[in-house]
């Protein structure tokens, strides 16, 4: 039987609810392995890294950043959510611990980070997928 975290469709809205937020370009569940299994690029966007490889082995990146800053929970706290300016994006790493899954998000680099995770946990904290 499927654990109703693994199901995609489940993902599906709150990632389109995150695209919708202004200056977001991509939004995205990654799971444990780096797969992307749902959300994506905003309509109409074009991704700044054109190589599909090297765009999953971002992702496994990414996953191996999230699992690496859960040693030190013990000293300053569980890890609400990462973020990386670079000149052309903002990268926003929220993870899901219990389901072993990330939110990837990548925005415009003129997005307010704070605004942009309040909302970000505003939404996630309306569905079910926070707290497996």
């Known amino acids: ?5 693994e199901n995609p469709e489940l993902f599906a809205a709150p990632c389109r609810e ?24 905003k309509e ?4 700044l890294e054109g ?12 996953v191996e950043i999230s699992r690496k800053t859960t040693d030190f ?5 569980a890890l609400n959510y990462m973020s990386l300016r670079k000149d052309k994006v903002i990268l926003i790493i929220f993870p899901f611990p219990i389901t072993e899954k990330i939110l990837l ?22 569905s079910s997928l926070s707290s497996d």
Do not use: C, Y
Not at 30 to 40: C, F, L, V, Y
Not at 44 to 47: F, H, Q, S
Not at 73 to 77: I, R, Y
């Open 1 to 5: 039987m499927m654990n109703h975290s």
């Open 18 to 41: 995150v695209q919708n937020e202004n200056g977001v370009r991509f939004a995205a569940i990654i799971d444990h392995n780096g797969k992307k299994i749902a959300g994506g690029f």
């Open 44 to 47: 109409g966007i074009t991704p």
């Open 51 to 62: 190589d599909e490889q090297r765009l999953k082995d971002f992702f496994k990146f990414v």
């Open 73 to 77: 929970s013990n000293s300053f706290g």
């Open 105 to 126: 998000i990548s925005a415009e680099p003129n997005v307010e980070i704070e605004k942009l995770a309040s909302k970000v946990v505003s939404i996630f904290s309306d």
